[in-house]
């Protein structure tokens, strides 16, 4: 087990409940169980809060926090567009440039391959909302 994994899914400071969500999304990996549900509040486009839940390993509660860290005060879009190019950025297809985005390198990387769905299991739960 990768120690930086663990410190990053310890940060559990947007695993919570919104109570006054705008919208909501829950997945389900098929492969290992993982569940996860994302939910935000949206104002003019931006991502104001996000909150997550979810029954998953260590990998997709890790991916969900900086998924969660990333996305508040950021503009909807700009998070569509991050959802769409995060299996890209396992085998560095696209490459992550942005500053803001750098902590997921720690994450998103080749030696984490053989567990991309679970990573990829709140990218894919968040993106479900930022699509519409």
């Known amino acids: 087990m990768d120690l930086e994994v663990l410190n990053i899914a310890a940060n559990t400071d947007n695993n919570r409940n919104i109570e006054n969500r705008t919208h909501v999304s829950k997945l389900k990996n098929s492969l290992c169980g993982d569940e996860m549900q994302i939910e935000l509040i949206i104002k003019n486009k931006k991502i104001l809060d996000f909150g997550y839940q979810g029954k998953s390993c260590v990998y997709c509660q890790a991916s969900a926090s900086l998924l969660s860290k990333i996305s508040i005060n950021n503009q909807k879009d ?7 190019n995060a299996e890209f950025y396992f085998d560095d297809t696209v490459k992550i440039t942005d500053k803001k985005l ?3 390198k720690k994450l998103i990387k080749k030696k984490n391959i053989n567990k991309k769905e679970c990573i990829l299991l709140p990218f894919k739960t968040l993106k479900k909302i930022v699509s519409i």
């Open 78 to 84: 700009k998070i569509k567009d991050l959802c769409d």
């Open 102 to 104: 750098i902590s997921l």
